[in-house]
């Protein structure tokens, strides 16, 4: 019995191509693979960004604090960073997760280091070079001295980042504190 081809079929089969496109074992397995691998990046991706936004919506946050400090003065922003506060002290305390713990660290760091732990090395560091003139800024702002003073922090904020000077840029935790305080400090 003789299989009638058509045109495309027989060209097909005198060059020795499949006439359907089916898939070996091998090649099956590859592409289960890359669908599955990016299906769990995906959904890694997605499970991170959720506990960090979960976070950062939870807490008032820098951009809170600066926003509170340029529309609802002084007095706002003092409130919101006493917020911030008791917040961050909740997180350091009884964090949820690594995320939450690490994040908590890296604000009370730049804003609230007596509330690191004393096991925190870097906490020495805070508490001796920007802390004080943090607070000297907040009592005096917008005034020539604060904005000595914020020049002294930034520099500090600076060396520690980066001591050997091969960077560039600070962490955003750094550039943030540097934001809020040079707002206060503006003549």
């Known amino acids: 019995m003789t299989?009638?081809?058509?045109p495309i079929e027989k060209s097909r089969s005198q060059n020795n191509i499949p006439s359907r496109h089916t898939l070996s074992?091998?090649?099956k397995t590859i592409a289960l693979f890359i669908f599955f691998s990016g299906l769990?990046?995906?959904?890694?991706?997605?499970?991170?960004?959720?506990?960090?936004t979960k976070i950062d919506s939870d807490s008032i946050s820098y951009s809170t604090l600066l926003t509170s400090l340029s529309t609802g003065g002084y007095s706002q922003f003092y409130s919101d960073k006493k917020l911030l506060r008791s917040k961050i002290a909740t997180?350091?305390?009884?964090?949820?997760n690594e995320t939450e713990e690490t994040y908590a660290t890296n604000i009370a760091l730049y804003l609230f280091p007596d509330l690191l732990p004393d096991s925190n090395f870097e906490k020495i560091v805070a508490v001796e070079q920007w802390a004080p003139l943090?607070?000297?800024?907040e009592k005096k702002p917008r005034s020539h001295e604060a904005r000595?003073?914020?020049?002294?922090?930034?520099?500090?904020?600076?060396?520690?980042?980066?001591?050997k000077?091969?960077?560039?840029?600070?962490?955003?935790?750094?550039?943030?504190?540097?934001?809020?305080?040079?707002?206060l400090s503006a003549p």
């Open 25 to 27: 074992s091998a090649q």
């Open 3 to 6: 299989k009638i081809l058509n």
């Open 40 to 52: 769990g990046l995906t959904m890694l991706f997605f499970f991170t960004y959720s506990s960090l």
């Open 165 to 183: 000077m091969d960077r560039s840029g600070l962490s955003l935790y750094a550039s943030e504190t540097l934001k809020i305080y040079h707002e």
């Open 134 to 137: 943090e607070s000297a800024i």
């Open 91 to 96: 997180m350091l305390s009884s964090p949820q």
């Open 148 to 163: 000595l003073l914020f020049d002294e922090m930034k520099s500090n904020i600076w060396n520690y980042e980066n001591p």
